[in-house]
């Protein structure tokens, strides 16, 4: 956290929010057509989007209350929230991530303190497909409520790019299954270096002091991590009362049960635990993710391993982006965004489950 904040404060001094915010404001202005055209908000959501896409999973709060805040400035009903408002968290909530830093970190820590071979990286194809059905699908749902016209062509020309990009990258990995690992490792260290050299040139382009920047994003980086591990701790404490009290147990028997009577192959089901904790708790759904590897990470590269960190990747943490968002600005009736949010969870672990058994199966 600590690390990408500092690379994303010399981004932000160096302009690249900026382009950023140029390239996509033609879509930000149809999709959120009651914010004006030079709105504050813009880049603030982009900024919250940015490391979202970058998998910096608590890192994006602070951006995020921000994008809300300025939003809210905008906001008529200061009790409830605007159409704006609900399509940002859905956005968030569906959890679009581009590079999944924390959870190959997390991977690539358990491999090298076990001794583990493999390659980290070979769920970031995965969930760069999952999160993008999720985000898609969140969008739609809310297009839908807030009777958003999606066949524009400003907006035809940015999803219907993004998606055959996406359909043509699962169309070759499908026929060339031999190579998902290579292409998995070359894209995902090609995009990370890439993100890291064009923030610093950027920054040296601007004249700024490159050092005295990433050691102020990293401090704020350092200062979030060290406010959320009390929420971690007790969130963490709450699942493992939960857990061994054997409920989740007797929940995920009863999944299983149901399944059994449609599938042969139900090892999905043991994945399924990271799945239901994930719109609870980033930080749960993190625990039950690394416990599925079992003692000393021994089947993190199994199929429910695998599974586990690409559920893990392809959906926000809903209810608890709605309650801090929200409740950041005082919003009281959230109208349908809690629906929105839940349903684009459902398709983004239908996704992955179902692209775990094309990757893995």
């Not at 404001?25 to 919250?48: D, R, T, V, Y």
């Not at 940002?88 to 569906?94: C, E, K, M, P, R």
């Not at 898609?136 to 990009?165: E, H, P, R, W």
């Not at 969130?235 to 028997?253: K, V």
């Amino acid at each position: 956290m600590a690390l990408w904040l500092g690379i994303m404060r010399i981004g932000e001094k160096g302009g690249a929010i900026k382009i950023l915010s140029k390239l996509f404001s033609p879509l930000l202005n149809k999709l959120f057509p009651e914010l004006p055209e030079n709105s504050k908000a813009h880049g603030s959501i982009i900024m919250n989007i940015s490391a979202n896409v970058l998998g910096l999973d608590n890192a994006a709060t602070p951006l995020g209350l921000k994008a809300m805040k300025e939003l809210q400035d905008e906001n008529s009903d200061k009790e409830t929230a605007s159409n704006s408002q609900i399509l940002f968290l859905v956005l968030n909530t569906s959890g679009l991530t581009l590079i999944p830093t924390s959870i190959i970190a997390l991977r690539a820590t358990a491999m090298a303190e076990n001794n583990i071979t493999g390659n980290p990286t070979d769920i970031f194809l995965p969930i760069l497909i999952a999160t993008y059905c999720s985000t898609l699908a969140g969008l739609i749902f809310v297009a839908i409520f807030q009777k958003i016209n999606l066949f524009q062509k400003t907006i035809l020309a940015y999803l219907g790019t993004a998606t055959m990009l996406i359909g043509l990258l699962v169309w070759y990995l499908i026929n060339h299954k031999d190579q998902i690992e290579v292409i998995s490792a070359v894209t995902s260290g090609s995009i990370i270096f890439s993100f890291i050299i064009s923030f610093i040139l950027l920054g040296l382009r601007k004249k700024i002091n490159i050092y005295e920047e990433f050691i102020e994003g990293a401090k704020e980086g350092f200062n979030v991590a060290v406010r959320i591990v009390p929420y971690l701790i007790a969130m963490l404490c709450a699942i493992g009362a939960f857990t061994t009290s054997g409920a989740m147990g007797y929940i995920i028997d009863g999944i299983g049960n149901f399944f059994s009577l449609f599938f042969n192959d139900i090892r999905f089901v043991d994945a399924l635990p990271t799945a239901i904790m994930k719109p609870l708790s980033g930080g749960g759904a993190r625990g039950m993710m690394v416990e599925s590897w079992g003692e000393n990470a021994s089947q993190i590269n199994s199929f429910v391993g695998r599974l586990t960190s690409t559920l893990q990747g392809s959906t926000e943490t809903t209810f608890y982006v709605l309650a801090v968002y929200f409740g950041s600005v005082g919003i009281k009736n959230t109208r349908y965004a809690i629906i929105a949010g839940l349903l684009a969870d459902l398709v983004g672990v239908i996704a992955a489950i179902i692209i775990a058994y094309v990757f893995w199966g």
